[in-house]
């Protein structure tokens, strides 16, 4: 080909066809320059097809990470409620004339843990890794920053602070009040019982009541900053999965 362009140049001039020459040498300019503007063309169209499949990973496994914590943290809102209605069961049975049984043992352990959040951010770390600018909607991107940046780390924050009020306060004055701590095989998990020393004069103490009272708090306290959290992860995933499924 090329052999053939410097034949048809040397007619060109030999013939002293300088115009068509003119002509033709402008003519294979554009020719050349428009093959170079396809190619930047098709090498930007492949880089934005590259970032566009790496951005639809990263999101994919965002939403995975978030439906993961939002099955966790439901649960984390069940054993909540699960504690509270424990401590209610207790209260009734101390405004009352029953006497200990086992079952009350096992609302007696019960109340005595608390919930810890457990967050996969694995995705959220890649991404970072990757770098925030993968992700072309700002909302998108600026809601799952504000998720894991400041949701989910307020979120620890809190658990640290029923962590602290349990081991701090609760537990060491709720314990001395049992005489045994055992564990009871039932048909589906081992439960942990609490034997009052005296059942009969926990009916009479004010402080006992208090500190059933002060568990109930933190757990009604995790209940609120629960009911906080899962509706903006919720949220984030629904803009993600949208966002997805419109773009595939």
Sequence with gaps: MITFFRKLRKK???GGNVRKYLLYAVGEIMLVVVGILIALQVNNWNEDRKAKILETEVLKELSSDM????LSLENDVALNKRFINSIL???KALNSDQAYHDSLGAHFA???????YTM??????????IGLQVITEDQIRKAITDLYGSVYSFLKETEE??????????????ISHFKSIRTRSGMS???NLYTPV????????VEFSLLLDYNRSIKEENLFNLGRTLPQIKDTKTMIDDYLNSTN
């Design 120 to 129: 996969k951010i694995s995705g959220y770390e890649n991404l970072k890794s």
């Design 161 to 174: 602070a029923a962590e602290l009020a349990m081991n701090g306060h609760f537990s060491p004055k709720y």
């Design 198 to 205: 005296d059942f009969e004069a926990l009916k009479e103490d």
């Design 12 to 14: 060109f001039i030999g």
């Design 110 to 116: 019960t109340i005595n843990f608390n919930t810890t």
């Design 89 to 91: 069961i207790i209260k």
């Design 189 to 191: 998990a081992r439960r």
């Design 67 to 70: 439906q993961q914590d939002i």
